[in-house]
């Protein structure tokens, strides 16, 4: 079926582990996101990407890598996990970029737990 | 700096009742507005959109919206609440970069 997933859909990792989220969209989209959900804060954008290596960063990068060697693929890399980046993570991506009105189409997300 | 604001954290409502959720912005232009819904241990499903135009936009599953220039509101609205459209809702602006309110939590009781 076609769209856009993530895995793991859960993580439990440590303090100081590296930790990677997978996105795959089916759709060829150009643009793809990551979002982190946190209690009182909706979601914040951590880094997008326009294209094939282009990535650039959003709100709250700190702590936080990415890359897009395919379209298709948007992976979101925590090289030294803190507790603080206990969250729910979200991927998303869109035919345009931040500033069309063009919808965002969002992964099921994946819940990461720090310890 | 754009933002956006959900005043009410949950929003209970009967069901057959008619229900609104609020959302106000702040922008320097004109902005792009949308309202997102979310499932439990689902990701986000877009409702709505406001680009321009009518200042009333209807969207999926019989909710709708109104933007208000002058009040910068852009209020979810559904003329009588289903008990399955208890869930998270978020609004959002684009202006800049894309910013989404804290949520409020709906609740529909039967």
């Known amino acids: 079926d076609a769209g856009i997933t993530q895995s793991p859909r859960y993580k439990i990792t440590e303090t100081g582990r590296q930790v990677t989220l997978m996105c795959h969209q089916t759709?060829?989209?150009?643009?793809m996101f990551w979002y982190r959900q946190d209690l009182g804060h909706g979601l914040r954008l951590i880094y997008y990407?326009?294209?094939?290596?282009?990535?650039d960063k959003g709100e709250v990068p700190d702590g936080y890598v990415v890359s897009r060697s395919k379209t298709e693929n948007f992976p979101l890399t925590l090289e030294s996990a803190t507790r603080s980046q206990t969250s729910v993570y979200f991927c998303?991506?869109?035919?345009?970029?931040?500033?069309?009105?063009?919808?965002?189409?969002f992964g099921p997300g994946t819940r990461l737990l720090v310890l | 700096a754009q933002s956006v604001a959900q005043p009410e954290d949950q929003v209970n409502v009967a069901e057959g009742n008619p229900l609104t959720v609020k959302c106000t912005y702040s922008?320097?232009?004109?902005?792009?507005l949308f309202w997102y819904v979310q499932y439990p241990n689902r990701g986000l499903q877009f409702l709505l959109k406001?680009?321009?135009?009518?200042?009333l936009v209807k969207g999926s599953y019989g909710f709708e919206a109104e933007f208000n220039k002058s009040q910068t509101s852009f209020h979810l609205k559904k003329p009588s609440a289903l008990v399955s459209d208890s869930a998270l809702y978020f609004c959002?602006?684009?202006?800049?970069?894309?910013?989404f309110g804290a949520g409020t939590r709906l609740t529909v009781k039967p």
């Open positions: 406001y680009i321009t135009g009518d200042n």
């Open positions: 922008v320097s232009g004109n902005p792009y």
């Open positions: 998303a991506s869109s035919d345009e970029g931040l500033k069309s009105p063009e919808t965002q189409y």
């Open positions: 959002a602006v684009r202006e800049v970069d894309m910013r």
């Open positions: 990407s326009a294209a094939a290596d282009i990535t």
């Open positions: 759709w060829s989209h150009s643009y």
